[in-house]
C-alpha cells in the first residue's frame, strides 16, 4: 500500500514569492494534517483537514493556508515568503480526525523549502 | 515555558548500550503519549503509543510515563546502529474535533558500531 507522497520534495524560493506543496495521503485516508519543522522550533501544527474542511488551525500567520479537494489530496500555500519559512513541511493523512490522538497518523518523507 | 520540553543532544553511544531518552511536560491535559522515530531526510514514523502511567515495552523498546511528575522516557535495550535517528515524543490535543500533536524538539541518537 502506498504512503502518504508529498510533491516537489525539495525547492528553493526568493523571499516575496509565493509556493504551493502538495500533498496525496493513504487511499482510503479522508484526514490530512500539516506540520512545519524546523531547527529552531521543531514540528509544529499548521492545519487539519476532513472532508475538504478545515477542522483545526496551528498558530501561524494567515500566509499560510491549505485546502482539501473531493479526493482527499491537500495543498498547502505560503505567500509572501520570508527567509524564516525555510523549513521541512510534512504532511500526515489519518483515516479520520482525531486519530492523531491514537496515534494512527501517517506522515509523508516532507517537502524541504528553502528560501532566499 | 514550552509545553514539551526534549534534550536535543545530540546522543552517542556504543553498539548495545541501553539508552534512556527523556520529555517533560507541562500540559496536564495530555493523556496519550507517543514516541516517534524520524530517519534522516525522511518523515517521523510511529514507535510507541501508551495512555496510561507505567511501562509499556514493545521488542527492545519500551515506554514509561510518570504523570505524577509529566515526565516520560523511553529506553532502547540492546541498541543497533540502525537505531541511529532522531526520536521525538509527541502528545496529542484536543481541538474542534480534531488532534493536534504537540511535539518535542527530538533527540538525535548516533549508535556507534
Known amino acids: 500500500k502506498a504512503g502518504v507522497t508529498q510533491t516537489p520534495r525539495y525547492l528553493i524560493k526568493t523571499r516575496g514569492q509565493q509556493v504551493t506543496l502538495s500533498c496525496s495521503p493513504i487511499?482510503?485516508?479522508?484526514?490530512v494534517s500539516w506540520y512545519q519543522q524546523t531547527p529552531g522550533q521543531g514540528l509544529q501544527f499548521l492545519f487539519e483537514?476532513?472532508?475538504?474542511?478545515?477542522?483545526n488551525k496551528g498558530n501561524f500567520p494567515g500566509r499560510f493556508s491549505g485546502r482539501q479537494f473531493s479526493n482527499s489530496r491537500s495543498e498547502m500555500n505560503v505567500s509572501t515568503l520570508e527567509l524564516g519559512d525555510s523549513a521541512l513541511y510534512l504532511c500526515?493523512?489519518?483515516?479520520?480526525?482525531?486519530?492523531?490522538?491514537?496515534?494512527?497518523?501517517?506522515f509523508g518523507e516532507g517537502s524541504r523549502l528553502t528560501v532566499l | 515555558q514550552k509545553e514539551v520540553e526534549q534534550d536535543p543532544g545530540p546522543l552517542s553511544v556504543p553498539e548495545g548500550a541501553i539508552v534512556s531518552l527523556n520529555c517533560t511536560y507541562s500540559?496536564?491535559?495530555?493523556?496519550?503519549f507517543m514516541w516517534y522515530r524520524q530517519y534522516s531526510r525522511k518523515g517521523p514514523e510511529l514507535l510507541m503509543y501508551?495512555?496510561?502511567?507505567g511501562n509499556k515495552e514493545d521488542g527492545r523498546f519500551t515506554a514509561q510515563v510518570d504523570k505524577s511528575s509529566k515526565y516520560i522516557s523511553l529506553f532502547i535495550r540492546d541498541s543497533q546502529p540502525s537505531d541511529s535517528a532522531t526520536y521525538l515524543c509527541?502528545?496529542?490535543?484536543?481541538?474542534?474535533?480534531?488532534?493536534?500533536?504537540?511535539f518535542g524538539k527530538g533527540t538525535k541518537l548516533s549508535v556507534i558500531p
Open positions: 500526515a493523512s489519518s483515516k479520520k480526525p482525531g486519530q492523531g490522538g491514537t496515534g494512527e497518523l501517517f
Open positions: 487511499s482510503g485516508h479522508r484526514s
Open positions: 483537514y476532513f472532508s475538504e474542511t478545515q477542522r
Open positions: 500540559n496536564s491535559a495530555f493523556q496519550y
Open positions: 501508551t495512555y496510561s502511567s
Open positions: 509527541a502528545m496529542p490535543r484536543s481541538g474542534a474535533g480534531s488532534y493536534q500533536l504537540t
